[in-house]
């Protein structure tokens, strides 16, 4: 997790501050936000997404409104997967690239009308996104930051579709993987996505400001049968790692590509010419240099974490961008970038944790499979 250094008096609050408190959340700086680290604790709001439900604050991300005829000829430009194949209602996920290829942030664009979309960017990135969308905006378009106006909650785990049926009837059997559907709650607009970024079926709602305590208080309660719990960031990050899911600020940032990412599966080279396409047809065709791998401890070991050294056979070759002991495997995992010629499967590794080496293993993503039932 990409932690700030800002005082507590000068960090942001999002609308559902005051209840986070009330739940008795432990609060960290989050790249200037003070959000929930945890509540009942790590591993106990891990296992209720897995096994029941948990319920995240996410206003701290940042939402864009592209609105006008030019709408989808500006986002092909700007992002790097192709937006012309989302249908009305439909998401994906999606990277802004700087001219060499580097990573600016990954996000989710949804298509929510003809000439409307919405884009769902990190809460680092609001300010930078934003000034690189306007810089980059040569098309008959409107681009509006409206983090400012929403709110958001992600709401996640098997029992999630029964807990939003009590707060929206309806939405959790009309909105499928990667899609978003409008709906009202208390005569406000929500927007309804089934996204996830934990591995586990769940919804992302984005609402009014003026209605979030609302929300999260509503869902809290009528979950309560179904064993819903609030998360914090801590669950939030042991989670995605489970799944090998990035985060921006650790994994991916300017100095890598989504080739070497291995996020190749959302970049269109085959669509028209976007910012940073040149740069990575190039790569594509020559192989990169280095690669991000999944990896994980073998045996018992102390749990490996971001900027530790990746070994082969003794010498250095990478380094740690995310790692975490596994509450749901009860072993050591990780992410990190290495040369690409140690990045195959099943490749031995050593991860060096307080000067000693430890062993490791490249596996697949995901480590953790879990069920899903959308």
Known sequence: MILGMASAETLKRTPIYPAHLEWGAKMIDFG????????????DEHQSVREKAGLFDISHMGEFRVTGAGSLGFLNHLLTNDAAKLTVGKG????????HGGIIDDLFVYRTNVEEFLMVVNASCIEKDYLWAQTHKFHPCELAD???????VALQGPNSPRILERLIPGAA???HHHEIKRF????KEVWVARTGYTGEDGFELFFDRAVALQVWGKILLDGKEFGVKPCGLGARDTLRLEMGYPLNGSDLSENVTPIEAGLGFAVALGKSRFIGSEALVKQKEQGPSKKSVMFQMNGVTPPPRSHYGILSDGVKIGEVTSGTLSPSLKIGIGMGMVEAKFAELG????IEIREKPYPATVV?????KPARSD
């Open 32 to 43: 200037g936000w003070s959000m929930p680290v945890q509540y009942s604790g790590i591993l």
């Open 92 to 99: 994906q996920y999606s990277m802004i690239c700087d001219d």
């Open 146 to 152: 409206s983090s400012n106006f929403f709110a958001a």
């Open 173 to 175: 059997c009309q909105v």
């Open 184 to 187: 009202l709650f208390q005569g």
């Open 347 to 350: 490749a031995p590794l050593q």
């Open 364 to 368: 697949k993503k995901p480590i953790y």
